[in-house]
């Protein structure tokens, strides 16, 4: 069950380091403005510096999932499954809180909260 919950969260993971690049490095792109329903890039400057602080925080998560996947390979349990689950639960809840702002992001809140799910449920199953 734990490889099952690893695995779940380095995908959550690699969907948020995505989130990151999106967010903090390509704002303003096209492909990027269409995909967030920003009209015109007027308002992308506008929520630049925004999104390119979300972006970090998407970053930071990704981070702390991978660091608990990686201590939990090498047996440290307690502080692996810690950094995974307090990762697993903010992915999952930033979706949860997505699709209640706005429930035309039903699908964007799917793909940033069902494999941070999935790796919380693998995970308290394996514990």
Known sequence: MLVAASVFAFIAAA???YIFVLESIRWTAPATMALFRIPDEEQAA???????NQ??????LAVGAVL???????????VGASLIG????????????LLLKDRRMLRPALIQ???AF???????AGL
Do not use: D, E, K
Request: charged content about 0%.
């Open 15 to 17: 969907i948020h380091v």
């Open 46 to 52: 506008h929520t630049q510096a925004l999104a390119y």
């Open 55 to 60: 972006g970090f925080y998407n970053l930071f």
């Open 68 to 78: 608990g996947v990686l201590l939990l390979a090498r047996g440290n349990i307690a």
């Open 86 to 97: 307090f990762a697993a639960a903010s992915m999952m809840l930033a979706g949860v809180v």
């Open 113 to 115: 909260a069902v494999p």
């Open 118 to 124: 999935l790796a919380l449920v693998f995970l308290v």
